[in-house]
């Protein structure tokens, strides 16, 4: 039986096709170059005592969603998370060091959860934004526990605040925008082109 995966027909859609693996390793290689870039205007955010950082955290989440949203496959989110946390260890993350790659695993399985458990729910866009707030759910408990545990930090005291900010921040970036960019991606005249090239 024939099933519409990514850009192009294969014979099960269980397997990620050759088009997949590259458009997944695309999407982690540009989600590690804008993180890093992103990342300069946290000394902005550092001033005040309420992270409002958190509120653009959707954007290491946006690359995972957007792998699910082109290739259609369960599980993509995880492998573009885990490409690039490996990426953002290896070039740019002096942070959280080999725990990077955890934190970046932890949203992609999260992510992964949200689109598998709503996958029946009639309204895509709210499925969408689910996703996106379940991808980020976590990502301040586990950023918070690295940082105390590893670099011997104090627990910050406003976590529930960071992940209301975080899980808007999910439902926003990842869920609505990501939503609305993996739909334009998949018009016709892009796939066309896509797969003509």
């Given at each position: 039986m024939q099933k519409e995966t990514g850009f192009e027909?294969?014979?099960s859609h269980r397997h990620f096709a050759t088009l997949d693996l590259v458009v997944?390793?695309?999407?982690?290689?540009l989600?590690?170059?804008?993180?890093?870039?992103?990342?300069?205007?946290?000394?902005?955010?550092?001033?005040?005592?309420?992270?409002?950082?958190?509120?653009?955290?959707g954007y290491h989440l946006i690359w995972m969603a957007l792998g699910f949203g082109i290739t259609r496959?369960?599980?993509?989110?995880t492998f573009v998370a885990t490409i690039k946390g490996v990426l953002e260890f290896m070039f740019w993350d002096p942070f959280f060091g080999p725990w990077v790659?955890?934190?970046?695993?932890?949203?992609?399985?999260?992510?992964?959860?949200?689109?598998?458990?709503?996958?029946?729910?009639?309204?895509e866009r709210a499925r969408w934004i689910i996703a996106g707030s379940l991808g980020n759910l976590l990502?301040?408990?586990?950023?918070?526990t690295i940082v105390t545990y590893y670099l011997g930090r104090a627990f910050p005291e406003y976590l529930l605040v960071a992940t209301l900010f975080a899980v808007v921040s999910g439902a926003v970036i990842a869920g609505v925008l990501g939503y609305q960019l993996q739909?334009?991606?998949?018009?016709?005249?892009?796939?066309?082109?896509?797969?003509s090239g």
């Open positions: 027909q294969v014979a997944i390793a695309l999407l982690a290689a989600g590690n170059i804008i993180s890093s870039l992103l990342d300069m205007l946290k000394p902005f955010f550092k001033a005040s005592p309420i992270p409002f950082f958190q509120l653009l955290g496959k369960h599980g993509a989110p790659i955890a934190l970046n695993l932890v949203e992609g399985l999260m992510l992964d959860a949200g689109f598998y458990a709503f996958r029946r729910l009639r309204s990502q301040p408990l586990v950023s918070y739909k334009t991606v998949r018009r016709p005249d892009v796939q066309a082109f896509v797969s």
